[in-house]
Structure formats: structure tokens, C-alpha cells
């Protein structure tokens, strides 16, 4: 597989664990063994959008379970014979190879994965985020021998890009310490939030200036939190920030 691969440096590894519940998207080339004609192969392709039910291949690394999984979009974008060309949009943890066996049995002839390239890994696109080795190498070299940061800072994203898909909650700088060390997330903190946040919810917190503080799970939704005057509302998954960063003013 090739395209899109997202690496996180340094303490935005952290991060992470947003991009792993992050929606993909590939396009891979998928071998039908037998031709069929393009306007059944469509209307099987039609059947696997939506939720479906799928069990791992042999070959993973996760138990073979039956479990679902969400396909935004299934997309035929050329046929040539045995081969179709698709364009998938799906909930992290599809496989993909295992859609084109289920479609090959549903279509009654059988099919195989042939190529697949990822064009998407949460905000990471490849038509706007790709970046080569030889890309990092040259930028890389430019900061150590030219004293020019600015290639390496075109390559090289903040942490909260990471995190853009997740829903906000912005908080006060008083309240920022408190969650470094681990707190919960109390009601007189929050400054703003996203509409449509659930209680459940994985949500980032932000400080003012946009700095990630924390990845949190949502205790209540928003219009909830909007209207609480006490109580915690997000429960702290995994600090960010490293304490100390905000002047400390919980215990005060």
C-alpha cells in the first residue's frame, strides 16, 4: 500500500490516538475473477455502502470477530475488463482487502484487492499534506547547513493539526494547569465549545491561542454544558501539554 501515512515527532506521538478513530480514504484497483458487466458490478457496490458487518482476514493483527464498520462512499471510478478501479470512504479500521473478497462473493465470481493507495488519513490529504523522505531530507539539510527553518516549517505541522476533526472545547488559562496534571474538566473552565457535542464524545481541549491541552471524553452535551454552572464536564483521556506550561492557579 502507498499514499498517505501520518508521523508524529516528539511529544505530538501523543496525539496519535485521534488519528487512529480518524475516517480513511483509499483508491485501489480491485481484480474481479471473471468479468461482469458494469451496471450489476454498481449495483453490488451500492449494497456495501452504509454499515456493514465484517470479520478480519487471516492475516491481521486483531482478533477475527465479527464487527461493523461504516463506508461513507463506495465509488466505482473505472472498469476495464476484470479490473475495477474504486475510490472507498470509510471508518478507520476497514479493511479493505476483505470489501473486495465480500464484493467479489456477492457478485458470485469472486475478486481480490490488487493495489490500494490511502488519499486520506483524517485532515491529511495527499493532494495537500504529502511530504517525500528525499522532501524531509532536503529541508532537513537547509535547517543544518543554511540556517533556513522555513522548508522544515512547511513540512512539519503543529500538534492540533492532528486534531482538527475532533470537536472543541476552549478553555480559560486559570483552568489550563489544572487539566495538565490530569483534572477533569469543570464547568466554570469552559470559555466556548463546537455545537453537536455528546456525552461520550472524544473532544480536544484548547487554551485560547489554540494550543492543544488534552484529549477528553465529553460527560455531557453541549447545550448541557453550555448551561452548567458546577459539575465536571469532559473527563481527561490523555494530556498534551506538559504541566507547568500555564502559571498554576487551581489551589489558590
Not at 105 to 123: K, T
Amino acid at each position: 500500500m502507498t499514499g498517505v501515512l501520518p508521523v508524529a515527532l516528539n511529544d505530538a506521538t501523543k496525539a496519535l490516538q485521534a488519528l487512529l478513530l480518524a475516517g480513511k480514504e483509499y483508491v485501489g484497483v480491485m481484480k474481479l475473477h471473471r468479468e461482469v458487466p458494469e451496471d450489476r458490478l454498481l449495483e453490488v457496490m451500492k449494497e456495501f455502502q452504509g454499515v456493514i458487518y465484517q470479520r478480519p482476514p487471516i492475516r491481521a493483527s486483531v482478533k477475527r470477530r465479527l464487527r461493523t464498520r461504516k463506508i461513507y462512499r463506495l465509488q466505482l471510478l473505472e472498469l476495464d475488463g476484470k479490473y475495477a478501479l474504486f475510490r472507498v470512504a470509510c471508518e478507520a479500521g476497514t479493511y479493505i482487502r476483505k470489501l473486495c473478497v465480500d464484493i467479489g462473493e456477492a457478485l458470485g465470481c469472486g475478486a481480490h484487492m490488487q493495489e490500494l493507495r490511502r488519499v486520506r488519513s483524517g485532515p491529511f490529504t495527499e493532494d495537500e499534506n504529502l511530504v517525500t523522505l528525499q522532501d524531509l531530507s532536503d529541508a532537513v539539510y537547509a535547517w543544518k547547513n543554511e540556517g533556513d527553518e522555513e522548508p522544515l516549517r512547511r513540512l512539519v505541522f503543529p500538534m492540533e493539526k492532528a486534531l482538527s476533526l475532533l470537536p472543541r472545547i476552549v478553555i480559560r488559562d486559570s483552568a489550563v494547569d489544572a487539566i495538565c496534571h490530569g483534572a477533569q474538566l469543570a464547568a466554570p473552565g469552559v470559555l466556548m465549545l463546537d455545537d453537536g457535542i455528546k456525552a461520550g464524545d472524544k473532544v480536544v481541549i484548547l487554551t485560547l491561542k489554540g494550543e492543544a491541552v488534552a484529549i477528553s471524553t465529553a460527560l455531557a452535551e453541549s447545550r448541557e454544558i453550555l448551561e452548567m454552572r458546577r459539575g465536571f464536564v469532559a473527563k481527561t483521556e490523555r494530556v498534551l501539554m506538559k504541566p507547568g506550561t500555564y502559571p498554576k492557579m487551581w489551589g489558590s
